[in-house]
């Protein structure tokens, strides 16, 4: 699978969209990841056949603050993804975001007796407003990632994830997806590496049982220190859930031995049985 000098690859084929593969539901969601020095935040909108379920976090850095809430029943105008906007409105928390969104990378990878296609931006530039508690509003400047993803998954998915953004050493600005478990064949995964943008597949990586780091097949090594813990695990009747997503800051190498001089993401393991 080729990349352009864009980062978008090509060859994926056709999105799936049948709500049904068989037995297995289509499962569908976008994720925004949101990252600067005063805060990280996140919001999803998950849909897994004709069920919906929302999520949203928001992290304050100096107070040690963290908010967040799960809806198994989305409630109209608590959060609202679009394209090219995020906004919270719920538990104090008043985010307003537009996103100048990119053409990202593309993938489209065998999973079980399915497809999975996913799009991924990182980098992309946020700006917006930001009031906590009906105190003024703060202009925000930020950087984010954006998962797009729509497939026909196997029963039981497990997976490990990072995505961030941050600067090397020589001030160039970086950002990175990296995944095990799903989309990470050996070639023409969703593994990429973002410098000034430009983005770059990167060999397979393997991640810390405790979240701790993210080995590369070609020796480099990103470290990380877990900021706010988030976690949840649901177990329903026919469908179950137990993740850590922690946000928190990086150092090391990136993949493609990129030294990283700082930077913000997030990490994650995820079981699912859907």
């Known amino acids: 699978m080729a990349t352009t000098a864009e980062g978008s690859r090509t ?5 799936p969209s049948r709500m049904f593969d068989g037995t297995r539901p289509l499962k569908r969601w ?15 909108i998950v849909r897994v056949g004709p069920l919906k379920q929302s999520f949203w976090a928001l992290y304050e850095r100096e107070g040690e603050e963290l908010r967040e809430r799960t809806r198994m029943v989305p409630r109209r105008g608590e959060l609202v993804l679009g394209q090219g906007s995020l906004r919270v409105q719920d538990r104090g928390v008043s985010l307003e975001l537009e996103l100048v969104e990119e053409a990202g990378i593309e993938a489209l990878c065998a999973h079980g007796r399915g497809m999975v296609w996913t799009r991924k931006q990182a980098g992309v530039a946020a700006h917006g407003r930001l009031a906590l508690d009906g105190r003024p509003a703060q202009e925000v400047r930020a950087r984010a990632v954006i998962d797009d993803t729509a497939g026909h998954h196997a029963r039981h998915t497990e997976w490990h994830w990072s995505a961030g953004v941050g600067e090397g050493c020589d001030g160039r600005a970086l950002a990175w997806n990296l995944v095990s478990g799903v989309n990470d064949p050996p070639n023409g995964s969703e593994r990429a590496v973002w410098v000034d943008s430009a983005a770059h597949e990167v060999p397979p990586v393997s991640f ?21 813990r988030r976690e949840r695990h649901d177990e329903l009747v026919l469908l179950a859930s137990d993740y850590r997503a922690p946000f928190g800051s990086f150092a090391g190498t990136l993949p493609g031995n990129v030294v990283l001089e700082r930077g913000l993401g997030v990490m994650e393991h995820h079981r699912a049985r859907w």
């Open 11 to 15: 060859n994926t084929g056709p999105v």
């Open 30 to 44: 976008r994720y925004v990841g949101i990252f600067c020095e005063r805060f990280m935040a996140c919001g999803a």
């Open 208 to 228: 810390a049982e405790d979240l701790s780091g993210v080995r590369c097949e070609d020796g480099s090594e990103l470290r990380f220190t877990a900021e706010a």
